[in-house]
Each structure stands twice: as C-alpha cells, then as structure tokens.
T-cell receptor, first 111, second 121 residues
Framework: QSVLTQPPSASGTPGQRVTISCSGS????????VNWFRQLPGTAPKVLIY???QRPSGVPDRFSGSKSGTSASLAISGLQSEDEANYYC????????????FGGGTKLTVL | QLQLQESGPGLVKPSETLSLTCKVS??????????WGWIRQSPGKGLEWIGS???????YYNPSLKSRVTVSVDTSKNQFSLKVRSVTAADTAVYYC?????????????WGQGTLFTVFS
C-alpha cells in the first residue's frame, strides 16, 4: 500500500487532455513539493515535473503540474501515443525523521 | 554528462546480504545540495524508496526498511553502496541508484539504469 494514492489507470485519445491525481497527507504533500516521474517499459524513471510545477529542460509544455493542499495533479494536453507509460508522483515525508514516498503509479493508455 | 552505474551480484540466497555499488562518473559525489540514494521496483510493481546519503555521511532511510538497510559513501572512489541484510523473496527487484537534489526538500533527479537482483534459493 503506497503512502501517496494514484488511480491505477487512465486513458485518453490522441489530442485529448488527461489528468492524473495524487493524494497524500499533511506530512508529505501538505508540507513539501510534489514531483512526477514517467517510466517507459524496461527503462528507468525520469523526472517529468519537480517542485509541483517545474519542468526540466527538454520536457514539453504539454506537461504541467499543480498542487492544492494535500493533493496534486499531473495534466497532459495534446495526448500523443508516445505518452503511453507509467506515471508516478513522489514527495518528501517529514514523519519518522524524513523519507521519500511514492504513489503506486498510474498506467496511462493512449487509445 | 553525469552517469550512475549500479553493480553487484545478481543472485543471493535467502537470509544472506545484498550488496550493491553505484559508481558516479561525470560529476563529484561531494557536490553540495545533492544526496545519493537507492530506489527499488519489484517485478510488475511500483517504486519503493530505500534511503539516501550525503557525502558527509548523513543518511535518511525508509522507516519500513531501516532495520535491515545501510547506505554508505566512499568519496575517494566517487561511489556509494547499499547493503540489505537478511534478504527474502520480497527483496527481489530492480534496484536503481539515483542522485537526489535537495533544496527545500529532496527528490531523485538523475537515475541509473537499474540492476535486477534476485533472491534465489
């Protein structure tokens, strides 16, 4: 059971806008920033969004992140077939001396 | 360009100790604001954070693994290591080493390719 809660799956058609939610608590999302990772099959995860809404260089502006209270969301606009992947949220948790926690992941399918 | 490369035996028997090393190239492990850590992923499952270490030796651990895990650093070799004691089948996973940027809080910003570790009896 993951500390952060994500829907196990999401889907959309090319060109659509999809959102993936991530729910936590006051000790993690409520107190710290949220980061999003994308994992293609057989590869290591890569940072998609950091500090709630910042994109590393090279990440298209189709990807955006937001946070409100103890929840966060990742939005993908102009959905493309190559966006089919697993998406994970993560945040630092201040409890028990501090540690990083992940969501369980969301499998995005492009129909 | 920064590169992180995991190495270690791919197979270990139950109750033994898993030992992995992450060699860092293209950058100094002693750079400020960066921790160095480990994350694992069981087959077909999600990501589980294990722990991280600063070049000075300061550590953070996943509370659920803390009693069995040690992360250490060797700045002279620009590498860091992971030991997991008393392994069971539940420790079978792909183990990733990752650089963690720590500003207001920490997140893994650069990952190694990962190495599969199997507990095999």
């Amino acid at each position: 059971q993951s500390v952060l809660t994500q829907p196990p799956s999401a889907s959309g058609t090319p060109g659509q806008r999809v959102t993936i939610s991530c729910s936590g608590s006051t000790s993690n999302i409520g107190s710290n920033t949220v980061n999003w990772f994308r994992q293609l099959p057989g590869t290591a995860p890569k940072v998609l969004i950091y500090s709630n809404n910042q994109r590393p260089s090279g990440v298209p502006d189709r990807f955006s992140g937001s946070k409100s209270g103890t929840s966060a969301s990742l939005a993908i606009s102009g959905l493309q077939s190559e966006d089919e992947a697993n998406y994970y949220c993560a945040a630092w948790d201040d409890s028990l001396n501090g540690h990083l926690v992940f969501g369980g992941g969301t499998k995005l399918t492009v129909l | 360009q920064l590169q992180l490369q995991e190495s270690g035996p791919g197979l270990v028997k139950p109750s033994e100790t898993l030992s992995l090393t992450c060699k860092v190239s293209g950058g100094s492990i002693s750079r400020s604001s960066y921790y160095w850590g480990w994350i694992r992923q069981s087959p077909g499952k999600g990501l589980e954070w294990i722990g991280s270490i600063y070049y000075s030796g300061s550590t953070y651990y996943n509370p659920s693994l803390k009693s069995r895990v040690t992360v250490s650093v060797d700045t002279s070799k620009n590498q860091f290591s992971l030991k997991v004691r008393s392994v069971t089948a539940a420790d079978t996973a792909v183990y990733y080493c990752a650089r963690h940027y720590c500003g207001a809080d920490c997140y893994p910003d650069y990952w190694g390719q990962g190495t599969l570790f199997t507990v095999f009896s």
